[in-house]
């Protein structure tokens, strides 16, 4: 069981910009882009290498080059806002997708889209969603992952709620879940507090 709580100074810094409810859509979506690859830096430490004979301009040497697919998993929608700034670092990765939603009567975790890739099995497989709020979401997204046949796969959100990380842990104990903040509880309707609102319509500008 391991979370994960990251406080550099580069990550506070964008975080405290985006938590600013007068920040722009465009500034939150680049520092959610920036968090998120600075975040994947540290994270992607444990991605396994194998070694290569190379010929430099010099001569002929050894090198090492990343030995597994990586496939970046976003929970449609806010998820999104996280890919480009991981294939910033990792171009090679691929983006598989799940979409849910919450009914609001019955609080139900449903899915409506979910389209793996080929490479699952072996991949490293990072879930991204900016936001864990009650975890529902995330524990629904790593039942899929783990029926695709994923077996090394880690959680990637922004801010998290420790109800979330509480209930994500419970449900999935040998998943490490990573976040930028822990933040203090959540509101009567799920919201994080202090959070950041509702990231999906901050990162797309929607109401
Ligand atoms: N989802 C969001 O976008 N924001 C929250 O605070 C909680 C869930």
């Known amino acids: 069981m391991s979370f994960t709580e990251f406080k550099h100074p580069l990550i506070v810094d964008k975080l405290t910009r985006m938590r600013k409810a007068d920040t722009s859509t465009k500034d939150f979506r680049e520092n959610l882009n920036e968090i998120a690859g600075l975040?994947?830096?540290?994270?992607?430490?444990?991605i396994p290498l194998s070694e290569i004979k190379i010929t430099t301009p010099m001569g002929e040497t050894k090198g090492f080059t990343i030995d597994v697919p990586v496939v970046i998993v976003p929970i449609l929608r806010a998820g999104l806002g996280m890919v480009n700034g991981i294939q910033e670092?990792?171009?090679?990765?691929?983006?598989?997708?799940?979409?849910?939603?919450?009914?609001?009567?019955?609080l139900q975790t449903h899915q409506y889209f979910a389209k793996?890739?080929?490479?699952?099995?072996?991949?490293?497989?990072?879930i991204v969603d900016p936001m864990l709020a009650t975890g529902g979401s995330?524990?629904?997204?790593?039942?899929?992952?783990?029926?695709?046949?994923?077996?090394?796969?880690?959680?990637i959100c922004l801010v998290a709620a420790p109800e979330g990380v509480k209930n994500l842990q419970k449900a999935h104990p040998e998943i490490e879940i990573y976040a930028a903040a822990l933040d203090e509880k959540l509101d009567s309707k799920g919201y994080i507090v202090p959070g950041l609102g509702d990231a999906g319509d901050r990162i797309f500008g929607t109401k």
């Open 116 to 126: 793996t890739t080929k490479d699952i099995a072996e991949a490293y497989t990072l």
């Open 89 to 106: 670092l990792i171009p090679t990765a691929r983006v598989a997708h799940i979409g849910l939603y919450r009914d609001e009567e019955t």
């Open 138 to 155: 995330a524990i629904t997204a790593i039942d899929i992952v783990k029926k695709w046949g994923a077996k090394k796969i880690k959680f």
């Open 39 to 46: 975040m994947v830096y540290e994270i992607a430490r444990d």
